[in-house]
């Protein structure tokens, strides 16, 4: 009985009946411990190997360094190199030197020599490509050996045409002093590396192990095995993302689309460093642990499929309610609330399903109350505009007056009816709700034409708007509450004289509204009940002061917020400043 009422304890015991998860652990764990042995071993014999590859790179550098060295045992080829006079004899003899060093071994793709004294260059090199010469890398002499020359400084990987070489510069000192008589520069091709870190890599190429050699703190990426193509496949070691931390060790990674292990050894020769490391892909690491997996594939096969012929067993007895609970509210989306009888399942989806007849039942009840509520408030509404006057009769009728008036030659009445006529205009547009601020300044102008024809020279304005901000969408209607605000309460209720000033202003990131006036103010008190209002988020429609106003910055902040900030200041009878400031950012401009 509690199988037949309880959706969960379905799934459960199908679960357990499958048995598919002590059998996928028991063959994770397996899995796993075989390929971290293997890993672990792979990883010792690579080092050790590695060790003795170290040695035999560390010996062939040592070879080079003697190389460099020999122009110190010529004592006339050091006094040439000290002389700064340029003549024949010297130079031929200092070329005949640097030809002898590069004919020393076949793997030289160039010597050079640069003095410091004279000036010149003196180069042997086989470097041509269809005719054309290529040129060797910069190199940068110090002036002496107290400049802070550093050893690892002197080698370097450098491209020379398309092939990757190793420069190796050598400053030649003119001991006992200081003085550089100029620099010594190998360009060695990558021949005898090749040969002695041929052992390293004990599987063919095309299973993706690769042996790389850095040179220098920076790990710069000398040597790469496989073939040309490959090598220029094989990424810098920052872009690898090594983090060596010790002389010896392995990193989990990826490099070129493949996870593996990168196995590392760091060492010195001198003062230079010399990190070799070698990928090895996840696929060999886990040769042996796939060989023990592929035997426990079969029974996991027939476990597999039990468990889904088990889980289409399951879905359809889950899913069946479901699809018909969807089709119901397909029917309800179309307006249709016939979805048809409950069936008789216990379990969570048979109550789920009657618990969603029973809402439709009472959702069309409450739509049907809605609809009568809305007819009967759509009567009334009807009743209510027949009983007011035609906004649009009005307007014409304003018309009509302004033109009886310029018949009779009153333009200032045709003015004041026109301006009149733009207002009602304006104001009854209910379905604009942003417009440019431009039409917002010509609505106030139209209304202060009329508030100072009203008051004649008791109230005068001023306003100014920079000609980039007029373009600016904003709110229809806010400058004119305000605006009213100081005329009905700050100059009627006041002297029933004043001056009330406009100001717009476009400032980093904010459009930024103040409207001024010097008539009766506010108090403290109106301030803080105003303060409290905006924070309560009321909206007003009596006639004190202040109404206008906080309507005006509820539809700001529900429009711009959080961005959207006001201040009042008030000293009665001297100034009253109401400044608003809109976020930019928030505003469209419209052209």
């Known amino acids: 009985m509690w199988l037949k009422k309880s959706l969960f304890a379905k799934l459960l015991v199908g679960m357990l009946i499958s048995a598919v998860i002590p059998l996928s652990l028991s063959i994770v764990i397996s899995y796993k411990t075989t390929s971290r042995s293997v890993e672990h071993q792979l990883i010792e014999l690579n080092q050790n190997t590695m060790d003795g590859g170290m040695d035999n790179i560390k010996r062939y550098l040592n070879d080079l360094n003697h190389l460099s060295v020999s122009f110190y045992h010529d004592q006339t080829l050091m006094r040439y190199l000290k002389s700064a006079d340029v003549v024949p004899v010297q130079t031929l003899f200092i070329s005949d030197q640097v030809a002898g060093i590069y004919n020393n071994r076949p793997e030289f793709r160039s010597v050079r020599y640069i003095s410091s004294l004279t000036g010149q260059t003196f180069t042997k090199s086989d470097l041509t490509q269809v005719g054309v010469t290529i040129p060797l890398p910069a190199v940068t002499i110090p002036r002496n050996e107290e400049e802070g020359w550093e050893k690892d400084k002197g080698y370097e990987v450098a491209t020379i045409g398309k092939e990757r070489v190793l420069a190796f510069h050598r400053p030649l000192v003119d001991y006992p002093s200081t003085l550089v008589l100029g620099m010594l520069s190998f360009y060695v091709g990558l021949d005898e590396l090749k040969r002695l870190m041929r052992p390293l890599s004990v599987s063919e190429p095309s299973e993706g192990e690769s042996v790389m050699l850095y040179i220098r703190q920076d790990l710069q990426l000398l040597y790469a095995s496989g073939s040309e193509e490959e090598t220029a496949q094989v990424p810098e070691a920052s872009s690898v993302g090594l983090r060596m931390e010790e002389n010896r060790g392995s990193i989990n990674g990826n490099m070129n689309g493949r996870n593996g292990v990168f196995i590392y050894v760091r060492d010195k020769y001198q003062d230079l460093p010399l990190t070799m490391v070698k990928f090895i892909p996840a696929s060999a690491v886990n040769e042996s642990a796939n060989r023990t997996l592929n035997r426990s594939l079969v029974i996991q096969f027939i476990a597999v499929a039990f468990v889904l012929v088990l889980a289409s067993i399951l879905s359809y007895v889950t899913i069946s309610p479901v699809k018909r609970l969807l ?265």
């Open 327 to 591: 089709r119901s509210i397909a029917r309800v989306e179309t307006g249709n609330f016939d979805v048809g009888p409950v069936t008789g399942r216990k379990d969570e989806l048979g109550v789920l399903e009657h618990r969603f007849h029973t809402m439709i039942g009472s959702l069309d009840d409450l739509m049907n109350r809605e609809y009568r509520n809305r007819l009967e408030l759509s009567t009334a509404r009807l009743k209510m505009l027949q009983a007011q006057i035609n906004p649009h009769f009005l307007y014409n009728t304003l018309q009509s007056i302004g033109t009886l008036a310029l018949r009779h030659g009153s333009d200032e009445i045709s003015d004041k009816i026109a301006e009149l006529g733009a207002i009602l205009r304006y104001s009854m547009d209910f379905e604009t709700e942003t417009v440019p601020l431009h039409k917002e300044i010509q609505h106030i102008e139209h209304y202060m034409s009329l508030q100072t024809g009203r008051f004649k020279n008791k109230l005068s304005y001023t306003l100014s708007c920079p000609v980039e901000a007029r373009h600016v969408q904003v709110p229809k209607m806010i400058l004119q509450p305000l605006v009213e605000n100081s005329i009905v309460h700050g100059m009627e209720k006041g002297t029933g004289t004043g001056t009330l000033h406009i100001a717009i202003e476009l400032i980093p990131a904010q459009l930024c509204i103040r409207v001024m006036d010097n008539g009766k103010g506010m108090d403290a008190a109106v301030i803080d009940r105003i303060r409290l209002e905006y924070a309560a988020r009321q909206l007003h429609t009596g006639q004190e002061r202040g109404i206008g106003l906080i309507n005006v910055l509820q539809r700001l902040r529900l429009q711009y917020d959080p961005g959207f900030t006001w201040d009042i200041q008030s000293v009665p009878y001297e100034a009253t400043v109401i400044t608003l400031r809109i976020p930019l950012e928030s505003i469209p401009m419209n052209y």
